[in-house]
């Protein structure tokens, strides 16, 4: 492929050592007929390993620069030339009516609304095998009462089984990043909660982590839930949001939708 310069507004750090390419389709072991996606093949050192593995998949990729030669090079892959922030993965899911395998070394800057947007579609994803910031992945894998635990940590243990694969150096990408880097893969559950008590778990979530530095008394009464008294949901309002279990963030959400309700 003709020489494309990585363009910062799309947060291009080009992946080029072929072990660590190789190490990330070890750890997703596609099979043939899965629905299987790529987030943002650049210029296609990955996708051309996972076409070792699948004979056809679909890539999203943003950056108009690289479609044409990406759809000479690699005719058999569905490409769409788009933000992946703003596909309806429904669609994705709907080709072949399997649950979506997602994949890709993503932007670091917009790592989160990625993840938001899996969450939101938590029942059409099988798992998700993606290369983030290593200070991101500490922070969606920190246990409960450490500096790092927080919205990811909580929502993502919740909502998937979260492991950090493998580390990553800045040396292997160009241009170079200039943080460290994690595969991390994520396994998710079919015990979730869906609909309205989704919604409503992310806003627990996100409203007793608003103020890190105040218990929950008054995090929660500072946030959209100030009408809403906590005093009875059994649940110790003076700890801070970090002191508590996952499950606690339940019993505040299984709460909060009987009194709102």
Do not use: W
């Amino acid at each position: 492929m003709q020489k494309i310069k990585p363009l910062k507004k799309f947060g291009q750090n080009y992946l080029t050592d072929k072990n660590i390419l190789k190490k990330i389709v070890d750890e997703i072991s596609p099979l043939p007929d899965e629905n299987f996606i790529e987030i943002g093949p650049g210029l296609g050192s990955l996708t051309e390993i996972i076409l070792e593995r699948i004979p056809e998949f679909t890539a999203v990729e943003i950056d108009s620069r690289v479609i044409d030669e990406l759809s000479q090079k690699f005719s058999s892959i569905s490409l769409i030339n788009s933000d992946f922030l703003d596909l309806n993965l429904e669609d994705l899911f709907n080709k072949k009516k399997k649950k979506l395998r997602i994949a890709g070394n993503i932007p670091y800057n917009i790592t989160s609304p990625i993840i938001f947007k899996l969450i939101n579609s938590n029942q059409l994803v099988r798992d998700a095998v993606l290369m983030v910031q290593l200070e991101v992945a500490k922070r969606i894998t920190a246990k409960k009462g450490t500096k790092d635990y927080g919205i990811l940590a909580v929502l993502l243990q919740y909502f998937t089984d979260v492991k950090i694969c493998f580390k990553v150096s800045p040396n292997v990408f160009h241009p170079k990043p200039k943080v460290e880097s994690a595969v991390i893969h994520f396994q998710f559950k079919d015990n979730c909660l869906t609909g309205e008590e989704k919604t409503l778990f992310i806003k627990i979530v996100k409203a007793a982590f608003g103020n890190r530095r105040k218990v929950l008394r008054n995090s929660l009464s500072n946030s959209i839930f100030t009408d809403v008294n906590f005093s009875d949901a059994k649940i110790d309002l003076n700890l801070r949001a970090e002191q508590l279990e996952i499950d606690d963030f339940i019993k505040l959400t299984k709460f909060a939708a009987g009194k709102l309700h």
